[in-house]
């Protein structure tokens, strides 16, 4: 147990106390640290619009990206869950894009969402499409990333499918002698048998998607005119850039703070839509 | 663990119903759209660069040049940086495997009054956004004396490895049977004998799993060398790719792609070869690494 006991108090609680005493202080690199009270934090939720512009920007990305991979996600582990010839070979396919993430990932679909020679707006054209700007055009910008995302919906998929595959064959077949048909099988049995899954991967994708940087630092340096200005990347720039160290910690916290109360309300929202019993 | 996954749920009934045949051609139309940007990355790879302009876009390559990947080697100095990630990658993986090991095995047997709430401390982990430690992580390891050193990226990672990993590997220890401990206890095997002869050996799928994901994290991890290292002797493959050096001024996206999918190969070698560890792990937990 001593290692890992040790390593969240070295790397994870203790950081996080330094953090927050940080968030309160002006913490350079030359000059010597000093308290400063609130100015930070007044600073950050009052007079830099920019904070707000990179929560906003951050928000629309993860809700997007969380519902598209979410739902796509489950509807390829539904489909992959009926007798398909090939299932192995397909599963892997989906898997694939999910170990390769990165900086690899990155250069890749920047290239793919280029606007004349592009995959995307080249398909787009020989139907007669013309495609947007995408990753320098403010409004398509985040879109792009959302869509990007749902390519990696493997590790999401390999779980939902390992929850689908955990449903007692029984209540399938009692619900068939009701006369239920395939929809409603689905809506009734299977969604609320892998509710508490769905929500375990729903939190764990929120955490995950608001702490967005790699997209944001290689693909656009958070523009054009900071509509991709995700907050890690705000905090990139005060904390190792500017070298403003008590700043970039108050603006963690206030992430930090948006993250756990995002959480919260999932967790809240839990009984409302996740099933008692299957939770196990 | 995985042969649940290998099962179809539906076993015996071999008729091509309509839903089936369209089941059937949704996951193959999507595996389609999977496959495009890899095949894609591919053809513009081996392609000539002045082709890749040319209108209307050639989907094919007319002309092959296997040599991009020669010159994407030498211009993105990928050699030197790949073998900097693999070095850095390899101390950290085992860092994780040995100390998550060590400390899931403590969760799953010890018995201590404190197990649990120790046990749920560490588990937070999980849900503590990483931003939040960053900075006062840089400072401490500045104070340290560690800017431009491999040591950021490694040590912590001897520090139990991480909340995923001893998560993974405890929800294994538990699945292995009670009596093969009890078995080896009666026969007066110590507590390091049972665990070096009994319980590491049956838990090496989950072992495998936790290495695989953690030499991944490492591997594909920007942030990290981003802030750390300066020194381009020491610099790690992720910060050396996104900085690829276009010189003429012209972006050399044959190069770039041969580049990217250089810095994708050993991840995909590695799912190829142990695809079903990765599974595993991702059962096991019911995670993502």
Redesign the interface.
Known sequence: ????????L???L???I??LV?SFMD?GVITAPQWVGLDNWRRALFEDPLVWQSLRVTLYYAVGSVVLTSVLAFL?AL???????G??V????????????????????T??F?P??G?IN?ALRWVGIEGPRWLTSPEWVIPALILMSS?SIG??M??Y??G???VP?ELYEAAQLDGAG?VRRTLSITLPMVSP?IF??L??SI?GS??V??QA??MTEGGPINSSLF??LY??RN??FYFQ?GY??TL??I??LV?GLL?LLVFRSQRIWVHEEAQS | MTDVLERPRVTGRRRWTAGRVVAQLIVLLGAAIILVPFLWMLRTAVMPLEDLFRLPVQWLPTTVEWSNFAEAWVRGKVGRYALNSFIVAGLATLGTVVTASISAYGFAYLRSRWRSALFAMVLSGLMIPGIVTLVPTYVIFRELGWLNTWMPLIAPSWFGGGAFSVFLLRQFFRTIPRELREAATLDGASELRIYARVIAPLAMPAHAAVAIFSFLGVWNDLFGPLIYINDDALQLLPVGLAAFPNPQGVTAWNLMMAGALMGMLPCLVLFFLFQRYFIQGIVTSGLRG
């Not at chain 1, 147990?1 to 969240?8: D, E, N």
């Not at chain 1, 489909?79 to 010839?85: F, G, K």
């Open positions: 147990m001593l290692p890992a006991v040790l390593g969240f070295l790397f994870t203790g950081p996080m330094f953090s940080m913490y390829v489909l992959m869950n009926q007798p398909i010839v299932q192995r397909f599963r892997t396919i989906y898997y694939m894009p999910s170990v390769i993430s990165g900086v690899p990932v990155a250069i890749l679909w290239w793919i280029n004349t020679i995959v080249t390519w590790g999401a390999v779980i499918l390992a689908l595959q955990g064959n395939a899954v375990f991967n939190v764990m955490i608001l702490q940087f790699t630092y290689v907050a890690v905090i990139y904390a190792f160290m970039g910690s963690a916290w992430l930090f993250i959480t």
